[in-house]
């Protein structure tokens, strides 16, 4: 039986978490302190996922880029695809939080949606006075 | 000459400065002055595209510039007078007579005018010369947060080929955005023998991308004539000493400096204020009060905090204590008690504490340490913590009737 060690990422707490699993089958995981550890845990050696959160193109704004994130994990060996994929788009200022930039980026069921609100420059001092 | 005159001031627009003028409002603080020196709220926070903000604070993954449009939300929603633009200068502090703040704002010289003042500043950051690195001065060395100002905000990519050199949270998520974002981080390099960042990043930021960490290593020399062109790095012994014959050189285009945060006290302490020589903050009491009365600071220039949850609750409970100031209801000890970093801490804030009310306290370990206890030895209390780390901060909260066992300290130790 193989033994893994692994740094739960959920929170910053960072439970060292220990795996035994055999082909690919979990037998037993340990050293997590809560049940969202426990799945962080067998999600991580089964198929491991993360956040991306990259950067998008905007035309017409105070700033020519904006921040954005995927709204849930997608698979870790996507996310470099993902990002190469929207370093290609472009949107429109002005922009707000939670604007929708990319339905099911490469058909992962997670939207792709923007993080950082970006006014256009007549709009700006609105936005921030 | 232009005057303004309010309750309380409030110097910086980071997370701990916007969450203080809010909750100033929310205590029912009238005239809430919030003084921000860029042309936009928000601190550090529209940089940090990364999530995990609001942890504890909110209970949601968060990313930075997400965060922070939730504190500008709440800003402007409860009537905070915003004042952007305005580099301060000089901050006068006239006992009884109140407060006053210089600075220069879009119009010229500006005169702010209240009882309470709120000092969240934040920290500024060490950079290569402050950390020894020698040799040529080519373009293509930043601190982290120019190179990730420069990529997350501007859009421009700081350079292809990278060496980190500090292995402290923001280098690591400085070296994943870097990956991310398609350029090559050849090394991060650690002068301590481990990492002082939080463990998750170096799973998520380092071994997600396979980027080599260099512990006990040392950036000796950058060289380059215009651009960077390659750094030297050197193997350190115990005592951060150069081990000579270990030099190796790494070619790069560019070297990302994150070598720590130095509280920008500036005018704190040219007004008069008690510095603490172990976080480079003010000294404070359990109001975040500093030595001068009513004068409060938190966030990462009272010290420097590792989750953005906490700078949060330290603006909370200055404006707690400044609607408590104003309403006469603030109540001092006549002789305060002191809590110390004992053995194995390095400090502990607050620093003073009155031993009636329940406080909340800040410490760090010296050194990482597994299964190990905090020893409080005057109350005979102990705390387990399964692995302690000095990258990540230890908040422990006590009850007023606990504290009041307490005769003149309150020791912090932290024994394996």
């Known amino acids: ?38 799945s962080y845990a067998k999600e991580e050696c089964t198929s491991p996922k993360r956040v991306l959160t990259t950067l998008v193109r905007v035309k017409g704004g105070i700033l020519p880029i904006t921040s954005v994130k995927t709204t849930k994990p997608i698979p870790k060996e996507l996310v470099r695809e993902a990002q190469a994929t929207l370093s290609k788009i472009s949107i429109e200022a002005p922009v707000e939080v939670g604007d929708l930039v990319l339905r099911n980026v490469l058909n992962t069921g997670a939207d792709v949606v ?11 001092s609105l936005a921030q006075y | 000459m232009k005057e303004r005159f309010a309750d309380v001031i409030v110097i910086g627009g980071g ?30 926070l529209p940089q940090c595209i990364h999530p995990g903000f609001g942890l504890l604070e909110l209970n949601e993954d968060l990313t930075g510039p997400e965060f922070a449009d939730r504190l500008e939300g709440q800003v402007h929603d409860l009537g905070v007078k915003v004042l952007l633009d305005r580099f301060t200068k000089k901050l006068g502090y006239e006992g009884d007579r109140g407060i006053s703040v210089e600075c220069i704002s879009p119009s010229g010289l500006e005169v702010l005018k209240a009882p309470c003042l709120i000092y969240s500043t934040g920290c500024r950051e060490r950079h290569a010369f402050e950390i020894g690195i020698v040799g040529d001065r080519p373009s293509g060395v930043f601190t982290a947060g120019t190179a990730q100002s420069l990529m997350d905000i501007y859009g421009l990519l700081p350079g292809k080929e990278i ?36 463990t998750r990043n170096i799973a998520q930021c380092l071994e997600d991308f396979e980027i080599p960490l260099l512990l006990s290593h040392a950036v000796l020399e950058i060289r380059g004539r215009r651009r960077v062109e390659s750094a030297v790095i050197i193997e350190v012994d115990g005592k951060q000493a150069p081990i000579s014959g270990t030099e190796r050189e790494i070619k790069c285009d560019t070297v990302v400096v994150a070598a720590g945060l130095v509280p920008e006290v500036g005018l704190l302490e040219k007004a008069g204020a008690k510095i603490d020589p172990a976080t ?31 700078a ?11 609607k408590s100031t104003l309403d006469g209801s603030l109540r001092r000890p006549t002789s305060w008690k002191r809590s110390v970093p004992g053995e194995g801490t390095r400090f502990v804030i607050p620093h003073l504490i009155s031993g009636e009310r329940d406080t909340t306290f800040y410490t760090r370990v010296r050194t990482p340490m597994e299964d190990c206890r905090l020893l409080l030895k005057e109350l005979s209390k102990e705390v387990r913590i399964t692995g302690a780390k000095p990258s990540e901060m230890i908040r422990l909260s006590l009850k007023g009737e606990l504290l009041s066992k307490v005769r003149a300290d309150l020791t912090f130790e932290v024994q394996s």
Not at chain 1, 114 to 124: D, F, Q
Not at chain 2, 281 to 307: K, R
Request: net charge neutral; glycine share 14%.
């Open chain 2, 312 to 322: 949060v609750e330290q603006g909370r409970l200055c404006a707690g204590s400044v």
């Open chain 2, 163 to 198: 060496v980190v050199v500090g292995s402290g949270d923001v280098g690591l998520i400085m070296s994943r955005r870097f990956a991310i974002e398609g350029a090559h981080v050849k090394a991060v390099v650690e002068i301590l023998p481990y990492s002082g960042g939080l």
């Open chain 2, 280 to 310: 480079g903050g003010p000294v404070v009491n359990e109001f975040l009060e500093t030595s001068l009365p009513g004068v409060f600071a938190c966030g990462n220039v009272l010290v420097v905090n590792d989750l953005v949850d906490h």
């Open chain 1, 1 to 38: 039986m193989a033994k893994r060690g692994l740094t739960c990422t959920v929170c910053p707490l960072g439970c060292k978490i220990e795996v035994e699993m055999s082909d690919g089958t979990i037998f037993n995981v340990k050293g997590n302190v809560c049940d969202r550890g426990l």
């Open chain 1, 114 to 124: 923007v993080t950082r609100h970006t006014p256009r420059p007549s709009e700006r």
């Open chain 2, 15 to 44: 997370p701990s400065g916007m969450a203080a003028a809010s909750y100033c409002r929310k205590e029912g603080v009238g005239a809430v002055l919030l003084v921000e020196r860029e042309g936009a709220l928000g601190g550090i």
